[in-house]
T-cell receptor, first 109, second 110 residues
Framework: EDQVTQSPEALRLQEGESSSLNCSYT??????LFWYRQDPGKGPEFLFT???AGEEKEKERLKATLTKKESFLHITAPKPEDSATYLC??????????FGKGTMLLVSP | KAGVTQTPRYLIKTRGQQVTLSCSPI?????VSWYQQTPGQGLQFLFE???????NKGNFPGRFSGRQFSNSRSEMNVSTLELGDSALYLC?????????FGPGTRLTVL
């Protein structure tokens, strides 16, 4: 059974204070690791897909990396508008997505 | 390109009633998945449809059912509502691997 654990559950940063969110996973045959951003009361917004260890992807202040057991979402010089819950999910075989519980990020001005 | 749309956005029902939620996927996407999101359990997979066939099913009771039409639009139905069914119900469509979510339907069961 696929398992995804995200840490920390919540993170409070000052504007400009860089940090990383962690996503540890256990799957049999990874077919993709996905990062989403979710604002309160809205559906998750797709950010990145990573497929193999060593892969990295960037979008504005966000950079996602992948190893064989975990993924990191690095946030560089965050702004208050980066405040959201960040969700990690994995897909294995022909199964659907298994999500972690998310990390709630709050960036204060 | 229009995104995933879900109707209605908000619903209030009482215990014992039934409810039907609707999802229109992104044009060209043939796979539609449904998820239940609650503060305690997070996002939990309900079922996935592809070309009108249920391809995967999560661990939910038989009160939860769904279907997909020939135009890829999908509906999910919950019968005999319970208080614990209060949640945000999310629909996601995909073409290959990435899933794109709609805004969700907020269901409140009183």
């Amino acid at each position: 059974e696929d398992q995804v654990t995200q840490s920390p559950e919540a993170l409070r940063l000052q504007e400009g204070e860089s940090s990383s969110l962690n996503c540890s996973y256990t799957v049999s045959g990874l077919r993709g690791l996905f990062w989403y951003r979710q604002d309160p009361g809205k559906g998750p917004e797709f950010l990145f897909t990573l497929y193999s260890a060593g892969e990295e992807k960037e979008k504005e202040r966000l950079k996602a990396t992948l190893t064989k057991k975990e993924s990191f979402l690095h946030i560089t010089a965050p702004k208050p508008e980066d405040s959201a819950t960040y969700l990690c999910a994995v897909r294995s075989g022909y199964s659907t997505l298994t999500f972690g519980k998310g990390t709630m990020l709050l960036v204060s001005p | 390109k229009a995104g995933v749309t879900q109707t209605p956005r908000y619903l209030i029902k009482t215990r014992g009633q039934q409810v039907t939620l609707s999802c229109s996927p992104i044009s060209g996407h043939r796979s539609v998945s449904w998820y239940q999101q609650t503060p305690g359990q997070g996002l939990q997979f309900l079922f996935e449809y592809f070309s009108e066939t249920q391809r995967n099913k999560g661990n939910f009771p038989g009160r939860f059912s769904g279907r997909q039409f020939s135009n890829s639009r999908s509906e999910m139905n919950v019968s005999t509502l319970e208080l614990g069914d209060s949640a945000l119900y999310l629909c996601a469509s995909s073409a290959v691997n990435e899933q794109f979510f709609g805004p969700g339907t907020r269901l409140t069961v009183l």
